[in-house]
């Protein structure tokens, strides 16, 4: 009987033992690993890891072991057929996303393929994923990490239909092949978009002081470029920080400044405001303000912004993707919008070679936006140290050929490289950077700089500081106003950087680089730099180095001071003279104005719905755009001065709040009572029978001048003024000029920004024959007309008083 019992259990070990044995036989591990040799690979967004492998039967299922795919993040794992080359537009055999893994198999299962070489692929959706890996390589299979061979093996199972006669089959030869960049792409606008001409717009900011034109600086366009230091960091900043404004905590608890434990604090040392920036305290994911932005850097002449990834191994890619989808459609909407590039540490460290290889997997390879890079030298420029990209590296030498590598120089920081270095910051007399045949690469130049310190320091060099008692002077509205760093609201006039304008100029470098756009934050310091509850890089109104508009003191001041010098070193377009005459029958055929020369293009889809989070505690939601500007014209003859806006769509009803509003600037010296230049508004009140032509008398006062024909045909605004109700005498006639709608209700300038559309944006207005050098006589005589024209209706009205 014993030896029965013995002979069962034997054959059923034996039976247990052939089934495991048949159902093992039929899966097949990747993973080659000991206990000593695993670790954990962890993939970031949008990485790609690959598993190419032979098999040598049918299949239908693989899985995958993830460490961790946990809360938000996804993966999505692919099957493909190998086509002697990595999938690029490929279509997948199969697809699957997964999520929330935890120290599992992600069980991939599909219908039965054939036998045949295949490629596995996880990418990262969202979030990170974690995957086992061994160093040690599995035979006949081959992995890739966004395209680059990669040693090792992974832990992937391959599940067979039934015993294959071996593992796997021997893989055919493959090797990833180098990338180079493309050629830089030419960048072509279209036929409408080349009539769009930013540098030939007029425009007077707050301060009085007017655009430079081509018959001021009577030099045409150049070969010279200019870059602006950009922050991308608020799409992921304003998700975690609350927002809060320096300049209006300090204004209510002035003694705060130095204490850091002071209650207007509220205990946090994080992220701060200098100050609200003009479109609030936004997130840079809200394409609305991205929209905003690359109008008016294009519109400023500013050829590429640098994003800034200068804190350890930082991209914000989603702010910068944001951006550059933003920036494409601009493009194509007209917008000559700036190229890009990156600023990295300003020393080799390890955390470079992390960046730059994010950057390159996620944008460079992949050629995403490539009209859109900055080129140097015949390649993308990456303003990074090489020094620790390593050259034994695949995906290592690729990148130290595909780019032309510039290194961001800080004083103090890592040692100067005469050839190389290109520098950030800057102050009088400036710094000339990478000296070639007696002619500098690049010079940069500061808003303000936190000289000895942090910028609430006393010895911070601010807005207003000058090195050398600068002055300079500009006359406007018959006044003549000096500027100098003791005047009053001296923050105002940029005399820190207008120093320093001025000498670069001088210097004629190929590149001018500015400090900055809109990092706007700076973290509080318990303290830095020997000071006490100290800001780094941002203060106040002052102690601040952001060009873009805010709703503090400053306006918009610093952002026409940078499109007056950006104009100064370029040069700028010759603009056309337009004289011939064309009288206009408004209420007859649209096909008259097909011969008229004066053509005045704009971009469209420039004020997009809004509806974003800001800073934690804000949110901002509007919806104005009504009617899109898409083209304007004048014509004129004997007696009249004919106009003609078309929009994109249909004309909404006239009578909507601020509809379709004109405003005309006849002198531009500025002694004509005027509201911030404008001499006349059409349409300020809505138009009934006929249209009304307002006349400023200082201000946002107007008085009625004139009761004007006009015609709407669908999308065509055509209005008819007689030459003389706005000063018009002369044989050629000469103005600026703008159109806008569902802004400016009570006299708000800033409103041109925010809300509706308006054409040309912001200040600046359209020129029919200004700024040529052969109508200068032409507008001097028209100065001087309106000047005694002033005189003798100021006699008259004194005489007629003495007799009363």
Not at 223 to 231: A, H, L, P, T
Not at 471 to 490: C, D, I, P, Q, R
Request: with cysteine; net charge negative.
């Amino acid at each position: 009987m014993r030896k029965k019992l013995i002979f069962i259990a034997l054959i059923v070990f034996l039976v247990s033992v052939i089934f495991v044995y048949s159902a093992d036989d039929t899966v097949v591990s990747f993973f080659t690993d000991t206990e000593k040799n695993d670790f954990n690979l962890t993939l970031s967004e949008r990485e790609r890891f690959s598993v190419r492998f032979h098999a040598s039967n049918s299949f239908d299922k693989l899985d995958i072991f993830f460490v961790s795919v946990k809360g938000s993040s996804k993966v999505k794992v692919s099957l493909y057929r190998w086509e002697g080359k990595l999938p690029e537009g490929q279509e997948a055999l199969e697809s699957r996303e997964f999520s929330s893994l935890n120290k599992s198999y992600a069980s991939f299962d599909f219908n039965e393929k054939e036998k045949g070489e295949y490629l596995l692929e996880v990418e990262v959706v969202a979030g990170t994923a974690i995957l086992r890996k061994s160093q040690y390589k599995r035979s006949q299979v081959d992995l890739y990490r966004n395209g680059y061979v990669e040693g090792g093996s992974i832990d992937v199972k391959l599940y067979y239909t039934s015993k294959p006669e071996k593992d796997l089959e021997q893989l055919s030869s493959f090797h990833p092949p180098k990338h180079t960049p493309m050629p830089e792409p030419e960048y072509k606008m279209d036929e409408f978009a080349e009539r769009i001409k930013p540098d030939t717009w007029t425009g007077v900011d707050g301060l009085g002081r007017t655009l430079p034109l081509y018959s001021n600086i009577k030099k045409g366009k150049n070969d010279r470029i200019v870059g602006i230091f950009y922050w991308t960091w608020h799409g992921e900043l304003s998700k975690a920080s609350r927002a809060r404004n320096i300049t209006e905590i300090i204004k209510k608890y002035p003694e705060a400044i130095n204490d850091f434990k002071h209650r207007a604090w509220e205990g946090y040392s994080g992220y701060h405001h200098w100050n609200e920036p003009l479109f609030g305290y936004y997130s840079t994911n809200d394409e609305y303000v991205l929209r905003k932005h690359a109008e008016m850097l294009a519109d400023a002449g500013i050829d590429f912004i640098a994003f800034d990834c200068t804190n350890g191994s930082y991209t914000w890619t989603e702010s910068y993707m944001t951006l550059l989808k933003v920036f494409s459609e601009a493009k194509k909407d007209g917008v000559r919008v700036p190229k890009i590039t990156f600023m990295s540490n300003f020393a080799p460290i390890d955390a470079t070679w992390n960046l730059v290889k994010q950057l390159y997997t996620e944008l460079y390879r992949p050629g995403l936006y490539n009209d859109l890079w900055f080129y140097w030298e015949g390649k993308p420029l990456m303003w990074a140290y090489p020094h620790t990209i390593p050259e034994y590296d695949d995906m290592g030498s690729e990148i130290l050929e595909f780019f032309t590598f510039r290194y961001p120089y800080a004083e103090g920081i890592w040692p100067l490289d005469e050839n190389y270095s290109w520098g950030w910051s800057g102050y009088y007399p400036n710094k000339g950077y990478v000296k070639k045949n007696g002619v500098y690469e690049q010079m940069p130049i500061s808003i303000a700089i936190n000289h000895g310190g942090p910028m609430n320091n006393p010895d911070a060099w601010g807005r207003a500081f000058s090195h050398s008692g600068y002055e300079s002077s500009y006359t406007y509205g018959g006044k003549t106003t000096l500027v100098h760093s003791k005047m009053e609201n001296a923050i105002k006039y940029g005399i820190f950087i207008q120093e320093q304008w001025d000498y670069v100029i001088e210097e004629n470098p190929k590149i001018v680089f500015v400090t900055g756009w809109n990092e706007w934050v700076a973290i509080r310091h318990e303290e830095w730099g020997g000071y006490e509850n100290a800001f780094p890089d941002q203060f106040n109104d002052e102690f601040s180095r952001d060009i873009e508009p805010s709703n503090g003191e400053l306006k918009d001041n610093y952002y026409y001071q940078l499109v007056a010098n950006v104009r100064r070193f370029k040069g700028v377009s010759r603009p056309d003279t337009y004289k011939r005459k064309n009288t206009i029958d408004i209420f007859g055929d649209i096909r008259q104005w097909d011969n008229v020369e004066a053509v005045f293009n704009h971009y469209t889809n420039n004020t997009k719905k809004r509806d974003h989070a800001g800073y934690i505690g804000t949110y901002y939601k509007s919806d104005t755009m009504r009617n899109d500007i898409k083209s304007s014209k004048v014509a004129f003859d004997d007696e009249y001065i004919y106009f003609y806006v078309e929009t994109v769509n249909a004309l909404t009803d006239k009578n909507d709040e601020a509809w379709m509003r004109l405003f005309i600037d006849v002198d531009f010296t500025g002694v004509t009572p005027n509201w911030e230049g404008f001499e006349f508004v059409v349409n300020r009140t809505s138009p009934q029978d006929k249209c009304y032509v307002e006349r400023s008398i200082g201000g946002w006062n107007w008085e009625k001048v004139f009761e004007a024909d006009y015609s709407i045909k669908d999308n065509v605004l055509q209005i008819a003024i007689p030459r003389k109700v706005i000063y018009q005498n002369e044989d050629i006639p000469s103005f600026s000029f703008k159109w806008a709608d569902n802004n400016c209700v009570d006299g708000d300038i800033y409103s041109f920004y925010t809300d509706g559309d308006c054409a040309p944006g912001g200040r600046f207005c359209f020129a029919l024959n200004i700024g040529n050098v052969e109508n200068s006589f032409i507008l001097a005589a028209i100065m001087i007309s309106v000047m005694i024209a002033l005189v003798l209706i100021k006699v008259i009205v004194y005489k007629f008083k003495t007799r009363w």
